[in-house]
């Protein structure tokens, strides 16, 4: 069974830094999908950034990219110029194939601290 | 605007009772999904469904009913089977293009005494 793990349950930075969220999974399958997903103190969930697990090269979304080693079964989320707007919880989250079914990690809580 | 409404925000039941949660996309998505919230568990898959009349059990489902009788809707009943049923429940729902894009309802707390 595949498993998402985030070992850091909280975290907090200083506005304006670069923060790094940890998230490492459990596979035997070869394709597949991983995310990061943030969920603000309003509770809306919102996909943040997505990795195919076929595509080499690192996923960016503006000030959000990631760290993908898939011998290392490693995602991390990097967050650059960081913003108080950025503070969520946020999930990483493993799809195997074209399976709808996603898993979730227990989450991430970010301060940002003006 | 094109999204995924859950109503009501909060919604409060006696023990004993079974309560409908309402889920509802203008996305025209296929697939729909409800997970259940607790504090440090992140978010466990309750049911899923792919495409109209047809639904899967996700990881949780016991005390749990759904239908989808329409695209658009995807209710959740929480049984009195349901042994710990107080939580924040999430809708979402996907199109099949684009893999894993699931787009999230606002949710409902749950509370029952």
């Known amino acids: 069974a595949q498993t998402v793990t985030q070992s850091q349950p909280e975290m907090s930075v200083q506005e304006a830094e670069t923060v790094t969220l940890s998230c490492t999974y459990d596979?035997?399958?070869?394709?597949?999908?991983l995310f990061w997903y943030k969920q603000p103190p309003s509770r809306q969930m919102i996909l943040v950034i997505r990795?195919?697990?076929?595509?080499?090269q690192n996923a960016t979304e503006n000030r959000f990219s990631v760290n993908f080693q898939k011998a290392a079964k490693s995602f991390s989320l990097k967050i650059s110029d960081s913003q108080l707007g950025d503070t969520a919880m946020y999930f990483c989250?493993?799809?195997?194939?074209?399976?709808?079914?996603?898993?979730f990690g227990k989450g991430t809580r970010l301060h940002i601290l003006p | 605007d094109g999204g995924i409404t859950q109503s009501p925000k909060y919604l409060f039941r006696k023990e004993g009772q079974n309560v409908t949660l309402s889920c509802e996309q203008n996305?025209?998505?296929?697939?729909m999904y409800w997970y259940r919230q607790d504090p440090g568990q992140g978010l466990r898959l309750i049911y899923y469904s792919q495409i109209v009349n047809d639904f899967q059990k996700g990881d949780i489902a016991e005390g749990y009913s759904v239908s989808r009788e329409k695209k658009e809707s995807f209710p959740l009943t929480v049984t009195s089977a349901q042994k710990n049923p107080t939580a924040f429940y999430l809708c979402a729902s996907s199109i099949s293009r684009k893999v894993g894009e699931q787009y999230f309802g606002p949710g409902t707390r749950l509370t029952v005494t």
């Open positions: 596979t035997s399958e070869n394709n597949y999908y």
């Open positions: 996305l025209n998505h296929d697939a």
């Open positions: 989250a493993f799809m195997k194939g074209r399976d709808d079914k996603i898993i």
């Open positions: 990795q195919e697990a076929y595509k080499q």
